[in-house]
Protein backbone atom coordinates (compact mmCIF):
# COMPACT_ATOMS: atom_id res chain seq x y z
CA UNK A 1 0.00 0.00 0.00
CA UNK A 2 1.20 3.10 -1.01
CA UNK A 3 2.07 5.88 1.94
CA UNK A 4 -0.24 8.82 0.13
CA UNK A 5 -3.31 7.31 -1.78
CA UNK A 6 -5.32 9.89 -3.73
CA UNK A 7 -9.28 9.50 -4.86
CA UNK A 8 -10.20 9.45 -7.48
CA UNK A 9 -7.58 8.61 -9.97
CA UNK A 10 -10.03 10.62 -12.19
CA UNK A 11 -12.19 13.00 -12.19
CA UNK A 12 -14.84 14.69 -14.85
CA UNK A 13 -17.03 17.53 -14.23
CA UNK A 14 -19.45 19.90 -15.62
CA UNK A 15 -18.46 23.51 -15.62
CA UNK A 16 -19.53 25.26 -12.17
CA UNK A 17 -19.58 22.00 -10.11
CA UNK A 18 -18.08 22.10 -6.57
CA UNK A 19 -15.13 19.43 -6.75
CA UNK A 20 -13.24 17.67 -4.01
CA UNK A 21 -9.88 15.53 -4.18
CA UNK A 22 -8.98 13.68 -1.36
CA UNK A 23 -5.59 12.28 0.20
CA UNK A 24 -4.95 9.70 3.00
CA UNK A 25 -1.44 9.29 3.93
CA UNK A 26 -0.49 6.59 6.47
CA UNK A 27 3.04 8.47 7.83
CA UNK A 28 3.64 10.89 10.26
CA UNK A 29 3.83 14.74 8.27
CA UNK A 30 5.09 18.08 9.42
CA UNK A 31 3.20 19.39 6.27
CA UNK A 32 0.91 18.25 3.65
CA UNK A 33 1.14 19.62 -0.05
CA UNK A 34 -1.28 19.86 -2.91
CA UNK A 35 0.31 20.38 -6.41
CA UNK A 36 -1.21 20.88 -9.96
CA UNK A 37 0.45 19.80 -12.72
CA UNK A 38 -0.88 21.27 -16.39
CA UNK A 39 -0.49 19.56 -19.63
CA UNK A 40 2.53 20.24 -21.48
CA UNK A 41 4.93 19.27 -17.75
CA UNK A 42 4.70 21.93 -15.31
CA UNK A 43 4.23 21.96 -12.02
CA UNK A 44 3.00 24.64 -9.74
CA UNK A 45 2.83 24.26 -5.47
CA UNK A 46 -0.85 25.58 -4.52
CA UNK A 47 -1.26 25.03 -0.76
CA UNK A 48 1.28 24.03 2.35
CA UNK A 49 -0.83 23.25 5.06
CA UNK A 50 0.33 21.53 8.96
CA UNK A 51 -3.12 22.09 10.11
CA UNK A 52 -6.79 23.40 9.17
CA UNK A 53 -7.93 25.11 6.16
CA UNK A 54 -6.70 27.21 3.34
CA UNK A 55 -8.35 29.08 0.61
CA UNK A 56 -6.80 30.65 -2.49
CA UNK A 57 -9.59 31.84 -4.61
CA UNK A 58 -11.82 29.10 -5.68
CA UNK A 59 -9.45 26.20 -3.99
CA UNK A 60 -9.82 25.11 -0.74
CA UNK A 61 -7.50 22.82 1.10
CA UNK A 62 -7.83 21.29 4.74
CA UNK A 63 -6.64 18.86 6.18
CA UNK A 64 -7.30 16.39 9.55
CA UNK A 65 -3.87 15.42 11.06
CA UNK A 66 -5.83 13.24 13.64
CA UNK A 67 -7.50 11.16 10.53
CA UNK A 68 -4.25 11.72 8.51
CA UNK A 69 -6.54 12.72 5.40
CA UNK A 70 -6.47 15.72 3.08
CA UNK A 71 -9.18 17.22 0.90
CA UNK A 72 -8.94 19.85 -2.05
CA UNK A 73 -12.12 21.38 -3.17
CA UNK A 74 -12.57 23.53 -6.41
CA UNK A 75 -15.60 25.66 -6.03
CA UNK A 76 -17.37 26.86 -9.07
CA UNK A 77 -15.16 24.74 -11.09
CA UNK A 78 -13.98 26.05 -14.74
CA UNK A 79 -12.06 24.42 -17.78
CA UNK A 80 -9.05 26.06 -17.09
CA UNK A 81 -9.20 24.05 -13.79
CA UNK A 82 -8.40 20.82 -15.68
CA UNK A 83 -4.92 19.27 -14.84
CA UNK A 84 -3.73 16.33 -12.67
CA UNK A 85 -3.58 17.47 -8.69
CA UNK A 86 -0.93 16.18 -6.65
CA UNK A 87 -0.94 15.27 -2.94
CA UNK A 88 2.59 15.04 -1.32
CA UNK A 89 3.58 14.55 1.74
CA UNK A 90 6.34 15.45 4.04
CA UNK A 91 7.61 12.79 6.35
CA UNK A 92 7.92 14.28 10.31
CA UNK A 93 10.99 12.40 10.94
CA UNK A 94 14.32 13.19 8.66
CA UNK A 95 15.50 16.57 11.31
CA UNK A 96 14.82 19.30 8.33
CA UNK A 97 15.93 17.38 5.56
CA UNK A 98 13.44 18.25 2.28
CA UNK A 99 14.29 14.89 1.01
CA UNK A 100 11.38 13.11 2.09
CA UNK A 101 8.17 14.00 0.12
CA UNK A 102 6.04 11.29 -0.77
CA UNK A 103 3.67 11.91 -3.53
CA UNK A 104 0.32 10.30 -4.48
CA UNK A 105 -0.23 9.13 -7.91
CA UNK A 106 -2.27 12.29 -8.90
CA UNK A 107 -5.40 12.99 -9.70
CA UNK A 108 -6.80 13.69 -13.12
CA UNK A 109 -9.41 16.61 -13.37
CA UNK A 110 -11.67 17.33 -16.85
CA UNK A 111 -13.90 20.06 -16.75
CA UNK A 112 -16.45 20.18 -19.21
CA UNK A 113 -17.66 23.45 -20.07
CA UNK B 1 13.32 35.96 -11.27
CA UNK B 2 13.72 32.63 -13.72
CA UNK B 3 12.66 30.29 -10.92
CA UNK B 4 14.14 27.21 -11.36
CA UNK B 5 15.12 26.53 -15.00
CA UNK B 6 15.96 23.21 -16.54
CA UNK B 7 17.95 22.11 -19.97
CA UNK B 8 17.30 20.39 -22.18
CA UNK B 9 12.91 20.33 -22.39
CA UNK B 10 13.45 17.19 -24.62
CA UNK B 11 16.36 14.86 -25.26
CA UNK B 12 16.70 11.04 -26.49
CA UNK B 13 19.45 8.62 -26.08
CA UNK B 14 20.67 5.86 -26.91
CA UNK B 15 21.40 3.01 -24.68
CA UNK B 16 24.86 3.42 -23.13
CA UNK B 17 25.32 7.16 -24.00
CA UNK B 18 25.86 9.35 -21.06
CA UNK B 19 24.64 13.11 -19.72
CA UNK B 20 23.53 15.72 -18.05
CA UNK B 21 20.91 17.17 -16.83
CA UNK B 22 20.50 21.15 -15.96
CA UNK B 23 18.94 22.60 -12.89
CA UNK B 24 19.58 26.21 -11.95
CA UNK B 25 17.76 28.39 -9.42
CA UNK B 26 18.13 32.10 -8.91
CA UNK B 27 16.08 32.14 -5.55
CA UNK B 28 19.20 31.60 -3.70
CA UNK B 29 16.99 28.05 -1.99
CA UNK B 30 19.79 25.91 0.11
CA UNK B 31 17.52 22.79 -1.06
CA UNK B 32 17.49 20.97 -4.32
CA UNK B 33 16.02 17.51 -6.01
CA UNK B 34 15.69 15.70 -8.75
CA UNK B 35 12.46 13.63 -9.11
CA UNK B 36 11.27 11.44 -11.93
CA UNK B 37 7.92 10.89 -13.23
CA UNK B 38 6.22 7.75 -14.77
CA UNK B 39 3.23 7.06 -15.73
CA UNK B 40 0.90 5.16 -13.16
CA UNK B 41 3.50 6.37 -10.60
CA UNK B 42 3.88 9.54 -7.86
CA UNK B 43 6.96 11.93 -8.61
CA UNK B 44 10.25 9.64 -6.83
CA UNK B 45 12.98 11.07 -5.42
CA UNK B 46 16.22 10.92 -6.91
CA UNK B 47 18.81 12.86 -5.34
CA UNK B 48 18.81 15.88 -3.23
CA UNK B 49 20.68 18.56 -1.83
CA UNK B 50 20.45 20.18 1.35
CA UNK B 51 22.84 22.77 0.52
CA UNK B 52 26.05 23.43 -1.90
CA UNK B 53 28.66 20.39 -1.43
CA UNK B 54 26.19 18.01 0.76
CA UNK B 55 23.79 15.78 -1.38
CA UNK B 56 22.30 12.65 -0.75
CA UNK B 57 20.41 9.95 -2.33
CA UNK B 58 15.90 9.80 -2.60
CA UNK B 59 14.24 6.46 -3.16
CA UNK B 60 15.56 5.61 -6.84
CA UNK B 61 19.11 6.70 -7.07
CA UNK B 62 20.86 4.14 -9.04
CA UNK B 63 22.08 4.93 -12.13
CA UNK B 64 22.29 8.55 -11.40
CA UNK B 65 24.85 11.05 -10.28
CA UNK B 66 24.62 14.59 -8.76
CA UNK B 67 26.95 17.55 -7.52
CA UNK B 68 26.28 20.94 -5.86
CA UNK B 69 29.36 23.01 -6.22
CA UNK B 70 27.41 26.48 -6.31
CA UNK B 71 24.00 27.15 -4.24
CA UNK B 72 22.29 28.03 -8.10
CA UNK B 73 23.43 24.84 -9.86
CA UNK B 74 22.34 21.31 -9.28
CA UNK B 75 22.76 19.28 -12.34
CA UNK B 76 22.10 15.10 -13.03
CA UNK B 77 24.35 12.68 -14.73
CA UNK B 78 23.56 9.99 -16.11
CA UNK B 79 26.38 7.61 -16.57
CA UNK B 80 25.18 5.08 -18.87
CA UNK B 81 21.32 5.69 -20.19
CA UNK B 82 19.26 2.56 -19.83
CA UNK B 83 15.68 2.41 -21.17
CA UNK B 84 14.40 2.31 -17.65
CA UNK B 85 15.44 6.10 -16.99
CA UNK B 86 13.23 6.73 -19.65
CA UNK B 87 11.65 9.26 -17.72
CA UNK B 88 10.44 12.91 -17.14
CA UNK B 89 12.88 14.73 -15.16
CA UNK B 90 11.45 17.81 -12.92
CA UNK B 91 13.90 19.68 -10.54
CA UNK B 92 12.83 21.30 -7.71
CA UNK B 93 14.64 23.95 -5.21
CA UNK B 94 12.56 24.88 -1.84
CA UNK B 95 12.98 26.78 0.95
CA UNK B 96 12.29 26.77 4.76
CA UNK B 97 9.17 29.03 5.80
CA UNK B 98 9.81 28.42 10.00
CA UNK B 99 6.22 25.51 9.77
CA UNK B 100 7.51 23.81 6.41
CA UNK B 101 9.18 24.12 3.05
CA UNK B 102 7.68 25.41 0.03
CA UNK B 103 8.35 23.83 -3.61
CA UNK B 104 9.17 25.27 -6.72
CA UNK B 105 9.51 22.99 -9.83
CA UNK B 106 11.11 23.31 -12.94
CA UNK B 107 9.21 23.01 -16.15
CA UNK B 108 10.52 18.58 -16.70
CA UNK B 109 12.79 17.60 -19.15
CA UNK B 110 11.41 14.97 -21.26
CA UNK B 111 14.04 12.02 -21.60
CA UNK B 112 13.62 8.99 -24.21
CA UNK B 113 16.19 6.24 -23.83
CA UNK B 114 16.30 3.96 -27.05
Known amino acids: KNEVEQSPQNLTAQEGEFITINCSYS?????LHWLQQHPGGGIVSLFM???GKKKHGRLIATINIQEKHSSLHITASHPRDSAVYICAARKRDYGGSQGNLIFGKGTKLSVKP | NAGVTQTPKFQVLKTGQSMTLQCAQDMNHEYMSWYRQDPGMGLRLIHY???????DQGEVPNGYNVSRSTTEDFPLRLLSAAPSQTSVYFC?????????????FGPGTRLTVT
Open chain 1, 27 to 31: VGISA
Open chain 1, 49 to 51: LSS
Open chain 2, 92 to 104: ASSYSTGTGYEQY
Open chain 2, 49 to 55: SVGAGIT
